[in-house]
């Protein structure tokens, strides 16, 4: 895996791990607009399946701007429209004569037998994908006969219920993902489908383990192992790969033929050795779609000829393979992005910025509707000095603990502060000493009954990343037996109460109320 030191200085240590669960994207856009001083607001929506999600918007001097991932609103809704739809995006592209693989819209009412025939028409191997999918889901690529194309069909009409599909030509070659932003590429990475290499020692099954285990380090890998889904069986059992096997050292074993990140792929920048044809492919491609100033497109290029097809246009792209890529360089894509929306903050510097906000505490409060929007306080707290507190005890009392978070909240400091049984940890920024020397003072008055107690005091380095407020962390508290069993005792009269309801719903008495 990538060492975390080639990647952006400003976002090591920045991204707190709920904004790892496919809101990387979100957190470093905002984040990135909150450093440099933006106003930014952070409130639910709902997507268009009315499932729950988090929009955000980004303000300066009374011009403000509204996002969704990565998608702003300088992109207009019929751009989104045509993207989220492939067979629209397919007939724009092939308009402006755009590169694309040949292929075909099949809708609800055709059945599995048109589609067939269709792939027999245009030649098999193919690809079969939902006109409206994400993330690589009811994608299956290179089916080479009819008896897969049947199985296909039956998993993703059937199963996941996609019944309009786009059947197309399957291109060899290698899967990019490129990013536009006005008119030129700015980041480009090889999606690699999911590996292993070979150590010549350990079997199939260990080397997954281990992989999985270091793409944990990666920010953007960190809740994307490689999965054993169907596609990763399918393309064991057609390559007669056993998990018990030893690859030889350095051999690269392949275990899917979709390339997607979010089921175990490896994202490689490959920026710098994008040919000008191919970004010109690219960036016309962009323009074709009327209001799209920016998106993330996916290629299939033949490297030996140096031509491409379009596959996809997406308009709210995740930027993590382009921030944290295993190999190559990192591309800072939410900079670019800012740049775009709010160019005259274009010179404000944030790459020695240690600040950073948590975004758990603000997406429960608007899961549950406690609000409907939240504020991210203002990023205006000037740090001149970082110190790591840390003090080991026996046992730690309620009121002890009370009184060390009143020292730390009515001083004017920022940082982080976790509470253990036996341990304290505190972490701060702040503008003078005098005011670490207070606290120091005060949280020692405070711990001088405990017993056997050490302490130890060390400043850190500038560079150390900090919540934007003081955030305490306890890990002391424990549920008792007794409240134990309280919860056990309610689970089991919610089970019953459960059962008792349901048995009441499909009751002939019940059925004739309702009528």
């Not at 399946?49 to 207009?76: M, T, V």
């Not at 489908?193 to 150590?199: E, H, I, K, L």
């Not at 976790?418 to 940890?425: A, H, R």
Request: proline share 4%.
């Amino acid at each position: 895996m990538k060492n975390s030191n080639e990647w952006l200085k400003h976002l090591e240590g920045a991204i707190p791990d709920e904004a790892k669960q496919n809101k990387i994207s979100l957190y470093t856009i905002a984040l990135e607009g909150w450093r440099r001083g933006l106003d930014l607001k952070i409130y639910s929506a709902e997507d268009n399946k009315n499932n729950y999600q988090l929009n955000y918007s980004l303000a300066y001097n009374g011009r403000e701007h509204h996002f969704q991932g990565s998608k702003g609103d300088l992109i207009s809704d019929q751009a989104q429209r045509i993207c989220d739809d492939k067979s629209l995006t397919y007939e724009a592209l092939g308009r402006k004569q755009i590169p694309i693989p040949k292929g075909k819209t099949f809708y609800n009412d055709t059945t599995d037998e048109e589609i067939i025939t269709y792939a027999e028409e245009i030649g098999l191997p193919v690809v079969l994908k939902p006109t409206n999918g994400s993330g690589g889901k009811g994608v299956i690529v290179n089916i080479q006969t009819v008896e897969e194309l049947i199985d296909a069909l039956k998993y993703v009409r059937g199963q996941l219920g996609y019944n309009k599909v786009v059947l197309e030509q399957f291109v060899s070659g290698e899967e990019y993902r490129i990013y536009v932003l006005n008119d030129k590429v700015i980041a480009a990475v090889h999606r690699m489908p999911a590996n292993v290499v070979g150590d010549g020692k350990s079997t199939l099954a260990q080397l997954i383990e281990k992989k999985n285990e270091d793409r944990k380090s990666v920010p953007h890998l960190y809740n994307r192992p490689i999965k054993k889904d169907k596609h990763f069986y399918l393309t064991l059992k057609k390559e007669k790969i056993s998990l018990k096997m030893v690859p030889k050292k350095n051999e690269r074993i392949f275990l899917k033929k979709v390339s997607n990140i979010s089921t175990g792929g490896d994202p490689i920048d490959i920026t710098d050795d994008l040919s000008e044809d191919i970004k010109k492919i690219a960036v016309n491609a962009t323009r074709s779609i009327p209001g799209l100033p920016h998106c993330g497109l996916d290629v299939i290029v033949n490297k030996e000829r140096d031509v491409a097809v379009v596959i996809e246009l997406n308009t709210r792209p995740g930027l993590g393979s382009h921030l944290f890529p295993i190999g190559g360089k990192p591309r800072d894509i939410p900079k670019a992005i800012i740049d775009l929306y709010f160019p005259e903050t274009t010179g404000v510097k944030v790459k020695e910025s240690n600040k950073y906000f948590y975004l758990k505490d603000i997406d429960n409060i608007l899961k549950n509707n406690y609000v409907k929007e939240v504020v991210v306080t203002p990023h205006n707290y000037n740090v001149s000095k970082v110190s790591e507190i840390n003090i080991k005890f026996k046992k730690i009392t309620p009121e002890i603990k009370r009184n060390v978070k009143s020292i730390l909240t009515k001083e004017n400091v920022i940082g982080e502060l976790t509470i253990k049984t036996t341990e304290l940890k505190i972490v701060i920024g702040y503008k003078d000493k005098k005011t670490l020397d207070k606290i120091e003072k005060e949280i020692k008055k405070e711990l001088r009954p405990l017993e056997n107690m050490t302490y130890m005091h060390q400043d850190l380095d500038f560079s150390c990343k900090l919540p934007n407020e003081l955030t305490i962390k306890d890990h002391s508290k424990q549920i008792n037996e007794n409240s134990y069993s309280s919860m056990v005792v309610l689970r089991r009269h919610i089970e019953k109460l459960d059962k008792s309801i349901k048995e009441m719903i499909q009751s002939i008495g019940f059925r004739k109320i309702l009528k």
